[in-house]
């Protein structure tokens, strides 16, 4: 099984559409999630860390489910800035361990 | 903010060269890591290190070496390129604050092994 799995998509949808992404990870002792955004060529940038409760940034809501290991992401009211690759991101909790990276999902946003 | 620079963005070598790749933090933080990406791989981490001469090998670590001289520099090193190593090379940063453990990244060196 691996490690973080996510849908790759393309996840194709016009402005003002919600989304949602998904993400399921195998290891049960991984204590800290993130959502990523990278865009095409360019490196990956932090979008949220995503806690327990549940967190909101504006449009982004990020929710984790600790019992079905499984972590997702919504965005509300979507823009053309928002077309990206979405990468979920698990660790450990250990200082000075790698990352462990889902694959990315990949979103659209078209006029 | 956390800042990460690469020495290249792009980068042309020929196969049996020995390349460098350079990372340079502004702050003090000791966990510094190096990824490559590749299409239908994602992030594999190659090599990181958590004090200065210091390192640990990560997933792929074969035909790449690291140097650590000092805190804020994290040198990738491919002893002999090959066709194979062509990729975008990622550095990135743990600020390791409070707890928190996420990372941030340079802006990354493709690299071209011809």
């Known amino acids: 099984r691996k490690e973080v799995e996510q849908d790759p998509g393309p996840f194709n949808v016009p402005e003002g559409a919600t989304v949602a992404f998904n993400c399921t990870y195998s290891?049960?002792?991984?204590?800290?999630f993130f959502w990523y955004r990278q865009d095409c060529r360019k490196e990956p940038k932090l979008l949220m860390s995503v806690y327990s409760s549940g967190n909101e940034d504006g449009r982004f809501t990020a929710q984790l489910n600790r019992a079905s290991q499984y972590i997702s992401l919504l965005i509300r009211d979507s823009k053309l800035s928002d077309s990206a690759t979405y990468l979920c991101?698990?660790?450990?909790?250990?200082?000075?361990?790698?990352?462990?990276f889902g694959k990315g999902t990949t979103l659209s946003v078209s006029s | 903010d956390v800042k990460v620079t690469q020495s290249s963005r792009y980068l042309v070598k020929r196969t049996g060269e020995k390349v460098f790749l350079e990372c340079v933090q502004d702050m003090d933080h000791e966990n510094m890591f190096w990824y490559r990406q590749d299409p239908g791989l994602g992030l594999r981490l190659i090599y990181f290190?958590?004090?200065?001469?210091?390192?640990e090998k990560g997933d792929i670590p074969e035909g790449y070496s690291v140097s650590r001289e000092k805190k804020e520099r994290f040198s990738l090193i491919l002893e002999s390129a090959s066709t194979n190593q062509t990729s975008m090379y990622l550095c990135?940063?743990?600020?390791?604050?409070?707890?928190?453990?996420?990372?941030?990244f340079g802006p990354g060196t493709r690299l071209t092994v011809t």
């Open positions: 290891n049960s002792a991984s204590q800290s």
């Open positions: 991101v698990v660790t450990p909790n250990q200082a000075g361990t790698a990352l462990i």
């Open positions: 990135a940063v743990e600020p390791g604050a409070s707890g928190t453990y996420e990372q941030y």
């Open positions: 290190s958590y004090d200065v001469k210091m390192k």
